[in-house]
Every structure is written in structure tokens, then in C-alpha cells.
């Protein structure tokens, strides 16, 4: 199928997308388009307008500051595949996005498009939650707990949109272990494991509407339960 008739504007700047997105209720940002667009295609998503966010220099980044990772919204999965700061400050993230769809996904679709679109089976939705990152958008900034709502749904609210995601710096032991159907494949089922100053992180993939955090695991092991 093809999708339903819709309107086009690439914005030169943040509040330029802002203002489109707010003064129309059926308006989407358009990120890399790898799950919007097959949505639209299946007219299960109508957007009036898209606004792309492509080439926005403010969601493009990747930087550390304040001991923290901060991660631009438009910043693509093979960028965080191959990036030396994002690879040696957390390198969990770098080795879930080297798993995450095929090349062309990962060259296309980007960090801020997967965790707005809130799928399940999402693979940075998990490490978010998991490594207790934060959200911020151009309205607010939202912890990753919170961020979440259900399936396929966040707190954004029309017109608002996600600037970037930041982590903290962790670079000890860790692990994302995907199960699929294929290699390269959304999640069956997944588990982000995640030493951070000492204690031990572990949230679950695609095992309910939102990531799970496994608390009880996590005060096992701070109890002296081997890994
Ligand atoms: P888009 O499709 O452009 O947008 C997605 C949604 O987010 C839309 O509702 C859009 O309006 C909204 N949005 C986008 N950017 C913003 C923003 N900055 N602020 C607010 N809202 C925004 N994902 C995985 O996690 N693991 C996988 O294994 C995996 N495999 C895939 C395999 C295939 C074949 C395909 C097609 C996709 C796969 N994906 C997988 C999804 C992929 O990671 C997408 O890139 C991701 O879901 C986000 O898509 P996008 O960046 O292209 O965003």
C-alpha cells in the first residue's frame, strides 16, 4: 500500500519544527522513517504533515559532559555502533545498536525515532530504563522510568520533541543479550546487564508493554548472589 496523502516541510531549526508540530494535531516528526513510514504505509499512522528533523545540528550530537553521556536525538544507530566516545564511555550502547535491524536500518533510524516510538521490543528503550537515563525534550526532561507509558506510547505531547538521551558514563561490566527470531531481528525477548558505581543494572526487553526492570534480581546480587 502506499500511504495517505501528506504534507512535507524540512525544518531549518528546532523552533521552526516546534511550531509546525504544534499548531497541527495530526502533525509527526520524521526521524530516519524505518518505523514511521511502514506504518503509514499500512494506514495505521495518517500524519497530515511530517516535519523532518533531518540535519538538525542540535539533535545531532554526541558529547560528555557533567560526567554524563549525552546523546543527540537524531544521532543514527551506526554512528553509536562505531562512535570512540560512546564506545569507551558505554559501550553497552554501542554493542545493542551493533545488533539492532540490518545495515540499512542502522543507517537510517536513530536513537531519539526508537525510544519516541516506545515499540516493545525497542532494543534502547530497555538500556534507558535500565541504566536509569534521562530524556529531554524541548519541553522538559523526563526520567526514563516515567518516560514510558504503555505500549507505543510515551508522556510526549503533541509537538514536543526529544532533544536527547543521557546515559551515565559506564564502562565496566556489562552485556545486552537479544534472542530473535533471525540474526539481526527485533527481540524475542532481551536482557541489559550493567555494573553502574558498583551495582548491578538488569532491565528485560518485550516482556511486557514497557521495559521491565529486574529489581528483584538486582537486590539479589547487591546481596551477595553470584552473577
Ligand atoms: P521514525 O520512524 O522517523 O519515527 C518513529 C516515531 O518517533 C514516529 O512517531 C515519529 O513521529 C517519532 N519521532 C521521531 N523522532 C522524534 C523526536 N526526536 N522527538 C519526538 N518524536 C520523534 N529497532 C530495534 O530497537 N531493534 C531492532 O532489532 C530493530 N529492527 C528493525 C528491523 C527493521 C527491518 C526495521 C524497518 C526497523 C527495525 N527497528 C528495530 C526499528 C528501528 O530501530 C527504527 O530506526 C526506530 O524504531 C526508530 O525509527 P526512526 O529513527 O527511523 O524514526
Known sequence: ??????????????????TALSSDDEARPLAGGHSLLPLMRLR?????????????????????????????AMVRHARLEHDE??????????????????????NRGTIGGSVAHADPAGDY???????????????R????SEFFTGLFSTVLEQGEIVREIVFPIADG?????????RLFDWALVAVAVQRVEGDWRIALTNVGPVP???????EALAAGASV
Open 125 to 139: 528503550p530497555t538500556l534507558c530504563v535500565g541504566l536509569d537515563a534521562e530524556i529531554v525534550t524541548t519541553r
Open 44 to 72: 495505521l499512522s495518517r500524519p497530515s504533515l511530517l516535519v523532518d528533523l533531518e540535519g538538525l545540528g542540535e539533535l545531532g550530537g554526541v558529547s560528555i559532559s557533567g560526567g554524563a553521556l549525552h546523546v543527540g
Open 141 to 144: 526532561t523526563v526520567p526514563a
Open 1 to 18: 500500500m502506499i500511504p495517505a496523502p501528506f504534507e512535507y516541510l524540512r525544518a531549518s531549526s528546532l523552533a521552526e519544527a516546534e
Open 173 to 181: 561490566p556489562h552485556r545486552y543479550l537479544k534472542h530473535g527470531h
Open 212 to 218: 521491565l526492570r529486574a529489581r528483584r534480581a538486582e
Open 85 to 106: 566516545k560512546v564506545r569507551s564511555a558505554l559501550p553497552i550502547l554501542a554493542e545493542t545498536a551493533a545488533q539492532l535491524g540490518d545495515p540499512q536500518v542502522r
